[in-house]
């Protein structure tokens, strides 16, 4: 069982930047993939970053150039940078987390509460 609590939220102008954590309770959270989603009012979540254990990164291409997600296994924590944003990254955003990372791009195992993002324009 993996638990994932998120921070980093809240309101910044369109341009700034943000940065989000996702602690994760467990042992071997160095052998999860790690992701991030987002979902917008009245749209559907959406995948935006992936980690893997070995540290390979993927990207939405929506954000790429823009955010950067990284992870530290000494502190079981995976952030996500956002640089640059744009009123349409508003949404809140889930830190997610699975064994297998074809599972964590469609349904991962394990979902934080979420933190809100608002870009203001």
């Known amino acids: 069982q993996v638990q994932l609590v998120e921070s980093g939220g809240g309101l910044v102008q369109a341009g700034g930047s943000l940065r989000l954590s996702c602690a994760a309770s467990?042992?071997?959270?160095?052998?999860?993939?790690m992701g991030w989603y987002r979902q917008a009012p009245g749209k559907l979540r959406d995948l935006v970053a992936t980690?893997?254990?070995?540290?390979?990164?993927n990207y939405a291409d929506s954000v790429k150039g823009r955010f950067t997600i990284s992870r530290d296994n000494a502190k079981n924590t995976v952030y996500l940078q956002m640089n640059s944003l744009k009123p349409e990254d508003t949404a809140v955003y889930y830190c997610?987390?699975?064994?297998?990372?074809?599972?964590?791009?469609?349904?991962?195992?394990?979902w934080g509460q979420g933190t809100q993002v608002t870009v203001s324009s």
């Open positions: 997610t987390a699975d064994l297998q990372l074809s599972r964590l791009r469609d349904s991962p195992s394990y």
């Open positions: 980690i893997t254990a070995g540290g390979s990164t």
């Open positions: 467990g042992s071997i959270f160095w052998l999860y993939a």
